[in-house]
Structure formats: C-alpha cells, structure tokens
C-alpha cells in the first residue's frame, strides 16, 4: 500500500512533463572526497570523487532503472523510473538535469507520466520501467523506456520520446517495438552520423539479448534493423561499448546468477558471437559499460553471485579481453545498489548513477586522475 505522503506527492504531479515537486528543497549533497593522485609523480594533480543524492530519501516509495547522458551545453540528464512498486500502475519516469559548474541537481520533472498511449500502440500502456537516455550529434535528447502493455515485463514494449530543450520538455511517445516481451535497460551508442545501436532484449518465452540499429534524422526514426538473438539463453541487458580495431563489445546479465557474458560484433551489431563469460560474477543484474577517452572499457557491476551488492568497479585495458576489480562503490550487505549507468562527459570527468537501496538514485562523480590511483 503506498503512502499518504507518494500518494499525496503523485497527485501534485499530475500536470504537464516539465512539472516539479512542490516545495522541493533539494537533494542532499555527500562529502566530496579527495584523494593523493599516487606516486606518479607527473601530475601533481588532486583526483575528484564526489557523490550525491538525486532527490532525498523517500521522496518515492520504490526508485530504480537509473540513465544518464550529456545535453549540448554540458548539462547531464538523469532518468530513472519510480512508483509504489515495480510495474505500478503508479509508476512514472522521472528525470533531474545536472548542472556541473554548481553541482546542483533539479527537482525531478515527470518525462512519461503513468497510463500514456504512445503513438502507434493500440492502447494506453499500463505501467512504465526502465529507461536509457542518449544525445545525439543533432543536440537531440532520445529517452527510450519500457511501457507494459499487458501482464507484467513480459508483456512490456519498447517506446521513445524525444527531448529538443534539453529535457525540459518532451515529444508524445511512440511506440518503437510492439511485439511483447521486449525491452531496453542501457543506452544507444554511437555508429556515425545518422545513426545508433540501441541495446534490447527479451524476456517473453525466452530469455535473449540482441541490438537494432536506427537510422534517425531531426528526432525521427527512418528505419530499424535488428540483430538476431545473441546465441546464449538467459544473458540479458546488453551493455555495448566500442571495443578498438572496429569491434564492439556487449557485456550482459546472467539470469543464471553465474558470470557476466560476453558477446562480439565486427559488423557494427548486425550478427554478434556466441555468448561466453567473464570471470568475474553475477546476481542476475544489469552491469553498465563505457570506453573512456584513452581507450580504456570501465564496468561497473555486481561483484556477488548471490546478492546486489557490492557495486563494484572494473576495468580493461586490452578491449574487454579481461577485466581487473579496482574499486567497490558500494560495500558488501546493505539493501541492494545496482542498475548502474555510467558516462564519460566531455571535460573527461566519469558519471555514475544507480540504485540507492531502492530508496533514491545516487550519482558518484570522479575523473581519470582518481581511477589512475586505485
């Protein structure tokens, strides 16, 4: 049963996509951490970690499927999706921009709010989840998210909105994938002009990964081309990065709560190998993926078989061949973290958000200079 206070708070909510919570303070902000850069004595740079809160703890009852990218200007969005529950009918997604040069967060504006009827779908969607955000070369903000359609995630749908302020505003939804049972968790990345390969899976019948390439212009999509199901069962939320000499790389959840898979593509998503694992492990959790500016892929992810926690940072320097546990966000025990997203943006600086303990999101900050010293 939700509370008075997210009942309360939801109904004061109800008003267009730019709407804010009433007497919003502000999220608290978290000791900003500073640290020796190391021995190497060519900087004498002090690394950068700092961490917040997006909005304060129960603001909402259940928070969770966090993004994040960077609009023109170098201000960050954020989404995440919260309810009473996951698949409420209450379920909305919420979105806070990032201001760096403050390091102040918005209040959360609502970016699809609950029982919408996206453009192209034959009825209203019962529930909302997941989100995954991206920019493109157009200054184009594209938020895709799950919309259950019928039952529960597998009966969910892929849909989009697109964003020309900045987040401030968005475009109805429409409807990107209608078959049930098919979903996004991480974000698009980058082929060229024109054109991103958005990550999906399955979860109807089957559990399945698999990637669709959208040829896009002035925020329309003109075509979409889907890869065929990566070949292992049960690997699901594909992380795709760029992985040097013309690779990709997607790194993918276990359902089996085993390892984390793995998967290659040399022709820019169209078919990808046979699925293998990385020694290192998994809860059957989404993981998140980035290639930083100097070539180097950064994971972040579950480091447990059993449990969401801790939240753990990995890195590789050879494209993703191996992976080396550097850092925990998060310690072991605690209420869960997880559903990680990560960015780099472009004054070089790495972006983390993810699940606080369903409680809130939270959004860890730090640069190339402290990831050097772990």
Not at 62 to 71: F, L, Q, V
Not at 180 to 185: A, E, P
Not at 238 to 262: F, S, Y
Request: with cysteine.
């Amino acid at each position: 049963m939700p509370s008075r206070f997210f009942l309360t708070a939801l109904l004061g909510l109800s008003g267009p996509a730019r709407a804010t919570l009433p007497g919003w303070e502000g999220p608290p902000a978290l000791p900003t951490l500073r640290a020796a850069s190391g021995p190497d004595v060519r900087s004498k740079l002090v690394s950068l970690f700092r961490q917040a809160l997006v909005a304060p703890k129960g603001t909402f009852p259940n928070n969770h499927g966090a993004s994040i990218a960077e609009a023109p200007g170098g201000e960050l969005l954020i989404s995440w999706f919260a309810g009473s529950k996951e698949a409420a009918r209450d379920a909305r997604v919420f979105l806070v921009r990032y201001d760096p040069k403050s390091g102040a967060h918005t209040p959360p504006s609502i970016a699809v709010d609950r029982q919408e009827w996206p453009e192209g779908a034959p009825w209203s969607d019962k529930a909302v989840g997941n989100s995954a955000l991206f920019v493109d070369d157009e200054g184009i903000a594209w938020l895709f998210y799950n919309g259950i359609s019928v039952g529960g995630w597998s009966g969910a749908v892929i849909n989009y909105k697109t964003s020309r302020d900045g987040g401030r505003s968005w475009s109805e939804g429409k409807r990107l994938i209608s078959a049930l049972g098919n979903l996004v968790r991480n974000p698009p990345i980058r082929l060229g002009p024109g054109l991103m390969l958005l990550p999906a899976y399955t979860e109807l019948w089957t559990h399945k990964a698999y990637a669709c390439r959208l040829a896009h212009r002035g925020g329309e999509i003109s075509s979409i081309s889907c890869s065929e199901n990566m070949s292992q069962p049960e690997a699901i939320q594909p992380a795709i990065a760029e992985a040097g000499n013309g690779a990709l790389i997607a790194l993918m959840r276990d359902q089996r709560k085993k390892n984390i898979r793995r998967s290659w593509s040399h022709d820019g998503g169209a078919s990808w190998s046979r699925v293998d694992r990385l020694d290192l492990p998994n809860p059957g959790s989404a993981v998140a993926l980035v290639r930083i500016d100097d070539g180097r892929l950064v994971l972040v992810y579950n480091h447990s078989n059993e449990r969401r926690s801790p939240l753990s940072i990995a890195v590789s320097k050879d494209g993703g061949a191996s992976f080396r546990r550097i850092f925990d966000l998060e310690p072991a025990g605690g209420h869960g973290y997880s559903y990680p997203a990560i960015i780099q943006s472009s004054d070089g600086l790495l972006h983390v958000v993810y699940t606080y303990e369903r409680k809130t999101i939270k959004h860890v900050t730090f640069d190339k200079s402290w990831l050097d010293s772990r």
